[in-house]
Each structure stands twice: as structure tokens, then as C-alpha cells.
Antibody
Framework: QVQLVQPGAEVKKPGASLKVSCKAS????????MHWVRQAPGQRLEWMGWINAGSGNTKYSQMFQGRVTITRDTSASTVYLELSSLRSEDTAVYYCAVSYIGWCDYWGQGTLVTVSS | QSVLTQPPSASGTPGQRVTISCSGS????????VNWYQQLPGTAPKLLIYGHNQRPSGVPDRFSDSRSGTSASLAISGLQSEDEADYYCGAWDDSLNGPVFGGGTKLTVL
């Protein structure tokens, strides 16, 4: 079955960079697009970008353009989210999701990122 | 970033039918299908509805959706206590070339 496994939590200082992983299993990783979506406390889901796991092509939301990079390691069936110049407003749960049936069908359990000095 | 609009709360009693609305625009709901998600506290969103009223395996047929123009609705019939959760709509947005989401509706089963 489709599984996306993420680390549980990270704590970062303002100005630092973040790199979160998402390991996929149960499907052919390179056949699908992988997304990153975040949810700040009490806020709506916010799409950050996607990567075609086969070609490596990416598309980012303008909200994060210049600060976000999504990469993948096909040998490890893992997708990564990098976010730079962290600020307190970046405190959120970061989810990876796969476009398996349509788009953002199956989600990882989320990584809670806390940005605090 | 364009967003979808949902009511913040909804409620019903066991056995009732409740609906949750989702309003968007021509670049998202007006031209693409809508996903509906259920999110229990502390967990990831779970896909309930995708495409044209399609349900992933395991999702009961008590959940259904409809669409008219730039709006969509999720209907839950035979309401059960375990349906108490947050519900989010999402739609692919052609301007963004990515998905947009509603603010979520907290469903309370009285």
C-alpha cells in the first residue's frame, strides 16, 4: 500500500534553513508527482510546490519562490523539501503528498517544524 | 494565491444529512475537479472524494459531492459520531498550476 514516511519534528532558529525528507513506498516512485503542503497552527492547507519524481521537473508556489527547493533521490524513493531564511511564521506542519489517483491523494503523517530563537 | 471559501463550522445530529459548501473561481472549481479531505486532530488529511464524486477504497458511500459552476458541496448522510472532524476542499488551480484549499469546516456531531 502507498506509504509516505516523514520525520516527526524539527526545531530551527530564525534565519536557518530546513530540509525535510519524505520516503515513499508501495508504488513506483518515478511514475508520480510529489507535492509539499504546509499547515500553520489553525490555518488552511498551503501548497508549496511539486516535483515530477521521474524527470525532476519542479513547480513552486509564488508565495515561496526563491526560498523553496524540492529535490528527489530516486535510488532512495525519497523527496526532500528545503526552505531557507526561516522565520517564526514558517512554524507549521509540513506534509508530503503523492498524486497517485488524481492529485495530493495520499499524505505523509507530517513533520512539525518549530522556528524559535 | 487564490483560495477557496468554506463555512468555519457545521453541525448535525446522528443520522442526519449535512452539507458543507466550498466556493471558488473559474480558474479552480470552475474548470477542475474538487478533492475533499477529512482531518482528525493531530493527523494528516485523508482523501474522501476526488474526480467526479469518486471515493477511494474504504470510504463509505455516505460521503458524496456535487458541483455547480464555481461552487462545490460535500454531503454526509447518516451522520455518525466518528464523522466529527475538520473537512477541507481543494481544487487544482490553472493560474497557480497547483492546488488551492479551503479554510476548513469543523463538523460537530451533537
Amino acid at each position: 500500500q502507498v506509504q509516505l514516511v516523514q520525520p516527526g519534528a524539527e526545531v530551527k532558529k530564525p534565519g536557518a534553513s530546513l530540509k525535510v525528507s519524505c520516503k515513499a513506498s508501495g508504488f513506483t516512485f518515478t511514475n508520480y508527482n510529489m507535492h509539499w503542503v504546509r499547515q500553520a497552527p489553525g490555518q488552511r492547507l498551503e501548497w508549496m510546490g511539486w516535483i515530477n519524481a521521474g524527470s525532476g521537473n519542479t513547480k513552486y508556489s509564488q508565495m515561496f519562490q526563491g526560498r523553496v527547493t524540492i529535490t528527489r533521490d530516486t535510488s532512495a524513493s525519497t523527496v526532500y523539501l528545503e526552505l531557507s531564511s526561516l522565520r517564526s511564521e514558517d512554524t507549521a506542519v509540513y506534509y508530503c503528498a503523492v498524486s497517485y489517483i488524481g492529485w495530493c491523494d495520499y499524505w505523509g503523517q507530517g513533520t512539525l517544524v518549530t522556528v524559535s530563537s | 494565491q487564490s483560495v477557496l471559501t468554506q463555512p468555519p463550522s457545521a453541525s448535525g445530529t446522528p443520522g442526519q444529512r449535512v452539507t458543507i459548501s466550498c466556493s471558488g473561481s473559474s480558474s479552480n472549481i470552475g474548470s477542475n475537479t474538487v478533492n475533499w479531505y477529512q482531518q482528525l486532530p493531530g493527523t494528516a488529511p485523508k482523501l474522501l472524494i476526488y474526480g467526479h464524486n469518486q471515493r477511494p477504497s474504504g470510504v463509505p458511500d455516505r460521503f458524496s459531492d456535487s458541483r455547480s459552476g464555481t461552487s462545490a458541496s460535500l454531503a454526509i448522510s447518516g451522520l455518525q459520531s466518528e464523522d466529527e472532524a475538520d473537512y477541507y476542499c481543494g481544487a487544482w488551480d490553472d493560474s497557480l498550476n497547483g492546488p488551492v484549499f479551503g479554510g476548513g469546516t469543523k463538523l460537530t456531531v451533537l
